[in-house]
């Protein structure tokens, strides 16, 4: 068995959400990657531990996200990105 398995909770390949500077706070690509819908939805869930960061929970709102980071919630994956890619959230 392989240990290159997808951090709980993620279901999928990751979507690449790209950010304009070199990092982005957790609650801050929560609402970017549609994984909520507003930023203060974003508080109680991250505070909750539902928020995994590269597969380990993550319950700081402030978490400081860098490209290649993976931040996955209730059952959806999104890695941090570079670039100016328009992005088309299936969820």
Known sequence: MSSDLPPTGATSEPL???IRDESIR???????ANLVETGAEAKPVIADGAVR?????ETRR???LVPGDVVALG???ARV???EVEIDVPW
Do not use: I, S
């Not at 960061?53 to 929970?57: A, D, F, K």
């Open 16 to 18: 690449d959400v790209p």
């Open 26 to 32: 957790l609650g801050q690509f929560l609402k970017l």
């Open 53 to 57: 960061v590269n597969g380990e929970v």
């Open 62 to 64: 402030g978490r400081q």
């Open 75 to 77: 059952g959806l994956a």
């Open 81 to 83: 990105a570079t670039g």
